[in-house]
């Protein structure tokens, strides 16, 4: 297993789907009759502050958050922490604190799902 995600998303409906394999034809990932593009997280020109994840490690746990708006039309969906051998992931609703706790693995990688602004991820030391 890779430890980056490989996220695509419709520009037509704004599906977002998790690729485990990527397609490596001509025909690419399709929805809504077009080639669905891939999310490159951290590409998005908005507020780095209010979307990369933030940790700290207390008691062999990671604690995540994001300092973002959890309004109705414009939230973080889901938070995970992603190793060599293991996805964890959190979601959330509007209205909901985006901080979640996964168990402290030294080199995964947190992302974040922002509705409007994509995916964003940050490295854990």
Not at 23 to 35: L, N, Q, S
Not at 48 to 71: A, C, L, W
Not at 85 to 98: D, R, S, W
Request: neutral net charge; hydrophobic residues 35%; contains cysteine.
């Amino acid at each position: 297993m890779n430890k980056e995600l490989i996220i695509k998303k419709c520009a037509k409906c704004g599906a977002t789907i998790r690729v485990l394999k990527d397609c490596k034809c001509a025909c690419g990932i399709r929805c809504c009759e077009e080639e669905m593009k891939e999310l490159i997280p951290n590409s998005v020109d908005a507020a780095v502050e209010k979307h990369v994840p933030t940790y700290e490690i207390k008691d062999g746990k990671i604690v995540v958050k994001v300092n973002h708006v959890m309004e109705q039309d414009h939230f973080i969906e889901w938070i995970a922490l992603v190793t060599d051998k293991k996805e964890c992931i959190k979601y959330f609703e509007p209205g909901e604190e985006a901080e979640t706790h996964f168990k402290y693995k030294p080199g995964s990688t947190l992302y974040a799902y922002c509705n409007k602004h994509g995916l964003w991820k940050k490295d854990v030391e």
